[in-house]
């Protein structure tokens, strides 16, 4: 028999002041407009260093930050966020491997339950997915970014939202149906993946039971497109499609894209979050980069190399802050993804926020071929670009020869639609990679379909580009 008092959900939030802290949509425009530059400024200053007094009593933190000669009381301000040493997820994983199940940074929240927990985690690509802990305040608030972005892109009150991700481990699913039910009185409809419920049945429900939304991969909207062709399903004409909330990737050129709106007749709107910090951006009606819900997030952006702290505008790792985070804090974690971010101003859409570029590419599937640095992510563009293909490929990295005559090669494996054309594509393809690269790539033209189990593409996590043998 417990003797612990148990921590309920309802009463683990003081809601009024939560909404007032946090706005979910509509008011949440309202609010950042009111906001000055230095009121903003002020406000995330306030909720740094709160966040900053709560890591001093976890040990992942103290221990890091002593290390790098820091004392309570030694940061102030925003000013001085410079100097917090950064984290990866190197040094999470490393928190957990010391001190399993949940590490340093996070096993206090479990050993104190004073509030209810959930677990959720990363894709994990080798060995066990990366957890993270979450409470209610950690919860809701990733509910509202969502709510936010679905707003400003399109969604009304009585829409249905089918969401296409599994509400399992990772959290994207989780938080877009948290946040249309609690949030913006949305209808989720949680048909999970096309693993847990088939494409075609996706594409009938959406049909009879009138989604107005999508949440969805891309490469996943681009699946149930051409499953929409096979069974002869018109999805302009007898889907009612107005918004796909997604992740294009790497689609600077917007390929993905136009692929996606045309096929579907409706609006895409690209987003960026990781399970950790929640949805640091998404797209509004204007298209124009991403907005950063900045009450929740603080952004930095670090030279890839030097980790040095970049201008505005540069393109580099984004480095983020949770500002809203104490299960567990998230205090300069470094993600290596690469961004950009401009400052502050009113969208077209009346939002006055930061905002931030579409993702660039992983640092750290950066691959070195003949010294220069290749971004696997960044062919995207190159290949959804060309019909000829069906936008899927996989980046094989391998090091050939021994010794002084070794080197490392990379193959990029790509799909084509049909093999009469296949010499002629892969001639092209080679020559448009070199040049997306800057050197030199060998190509491999596969069969449709043919690189799912590679890539993981319709199952549950983000799809893989590089398989490196190495
Ligand atoms: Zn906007």
Not at 149 to 174: K, M
Not at 361 to 369: H, Q, T
Not at 423 to 435: C, I, N, P, S, V
């Amino acid at each position: 028999m417990t003797t612990r008092p148990i921590p309920y959900y309802w009463s683990s939030i003081d809601w009024p002041r939560f909404v007032e802290d946090y706005p979910p949509p509509p008011a949440f425009s309202d609010a950042m407009s009111a906001l000055s530059d230095d009121g903003l400024r002020e406000l995330q200053e306030r909720r740094f260093l709160a966040r900053v007094q709560e890591a001093w009593e976890i040990p992942f933190y103290r221990d890091r930050w002593s290390a790098a000669g820091l004392e309570p009381g030694d940061i102030r301000g925003l000013p001085d966020i410079e100097r917090i040493p950064t984290f990866t997820s190197e040094d999470l994983k490393a928190s957990i491997a010391d001190e399993p199940p949940f590490g340093s940074h996070q096993n206090f929240a479990l050993k104190a339950m004073a509030t209810p927990l959930k677990i959720q985690s990363s894709g994990g690509t080798s060995g066990l997915p990366r957890p993270t802990l979450f409470d209610p305040v950690a919860w809701e608030v990733q509910a509202i970014q969502f709510a936010r972005a679905f707003h400003a892109q399109g969604a009304e009150v009585g829409d249905v939202l089918q969401i296409t991700l599994t509400n399992s481990l990772a959290n994207t699913a989780w938080c877009s149906s948290t946040a249309a039910m609690n949030w913006c009185g949305l209808v989720p409809l949680t048909t999970g993946s096309g693993v847990v419920t088939s494409s075609t049945r996706q594409l009938e429900l959406a049909r009879e039971w009138g989604t107005a939304g999508w949440v969805a991969f891309g490469e996943y909207m681009k699946i149930l497109a051409e499953t929409a062709i096979r069974e002869g399903i018109d999805l302009a004409a007898d889907l009612r499609t107005r918004f796909i909330h997604t992740y294009l990737g790497v689609d600077e050129e917007g390929h993905l894209r136009k692929l996606l709106s045309e096929a579907w007749g409706a609006e895409v709107y690209d987003n960026y979050g990781t399970h950790e910090v929640g949805l640091v951006g998404f797209e509004c009606a204007a298209h124009d980069a991403l907005h950063v819900n900045d009450d929740t997030a603080l952004l930095e952006v670090a030279d890839r190399e030097t980790g040095e702290i970049l201008d505005v505008g540069e393109p580099g790792n984004l480095v983020v802050t949770s500002l809203h985070r104490s299960v567990p804090p998230i205090i300069r974690y470094d993600l290596k993804d690469l961004m950009r971010t401009s400052r502050r101003g009113v969208c077209g859409c009346g939002l006055r926020t930061t905002k931030l570029s579409g993702f660039l590419g992983r640092s750290d599937e950066m691959v070195k071929l003949r010294a220069t640095s290749v971004y696997p992510r960044s062919a995207q563009d190159v290949v959804a670009g060309d019909p000829r293909t069906t936008g899927e490929f996989l980046c094989v990295v391998e090091t050939v020869g021994e010794g002084l005559a070794s080197r490392e090669r990379m193959r990029v494996q790509i799909e084509g639609r049909d093999r009469a054309g296949a010499h002629d594509l892969e001639a092209d393809m080679r020559g448009l990679l070199h040049t997306a690269f800057g050197v030199a790539v060998d190509v491999e033209i596969v069969p449709a379909a043919s690189l799912a189990p590679l890539t993981g593409l319709g199952g549950e996590g983000k799809v893989k580009r590089l398989l490196d043998l190495r």
